[in-house]
């Protein structure tokens, strides 16, 4: 996010008069990572799925309206008073994820064809049965 969201989330806090540790126990998370939030420090979080967990939690708190954005990083929409949340990774599957999977089902469907396959029919039995056939008959 830029300096300008960074400086209404400050603002509407300050205007609700809610301080850094009200907001830590509202979110059950420490109060630096409060202001990681409002200084947009995704670093601060284990992982980009949990900043933006806790942002839209901070956000429904100060009564600040958001939406997704998906195709651009513009912060703030048209309508006023409704924030938009960036996304900061590519969406689409990385190449290697999608040659690994293809692997992994080529070995694991040949290996599932090893025990479902039924093995060819011996041809010693085959003669032990027409030997054992030719002696019952001869009976």
Avoid: H
């Avoid at 109060?31 to 284990?46: G, I």
């Avoid at 969406?91 to 293809?102: C, F, Q």
């Avoid at 025990?115 to 054992?132: G, T």
């Amino acid at each position: 996010m830029d300096s300008n969201i960074n400086n209404i989330i400050i603002a509407k806090r300050n205007e609700l008069g809610i301080s850094i540790s009200e907001v830590a126990n509202y979110l059950k998370i420490k109060p630096q990572l409060v202001e990681a939030l409002e200084q947009s420090d995704v670093s601060a979080f284990p992982g980009e799925v949990f900043y933006r967990g806790f942002l839209k939690q901070y956000l429904k708190l100060l009564n600040i309206e958001f939406k997704e954005d998906n195709y651009n990083n513009t912060n703030i929409a048209s309508q006023p008073g409704i924030m938009t949340l960036p996304r900061l990774y590519n969406s689409s599957p990385n190449l290697i994820y999608i040659i690994l999977s293809l692997i992994f089902m080529i070995a694991f469907s040949s290996m599932f064809d090893q025990f479902l396959s039924v093995p060819d029919a011996n041809p010693l039995s085959s003669e032990l049965n027409s030997r054992i056939t030719k002696l019952v008959d001869a009976n």
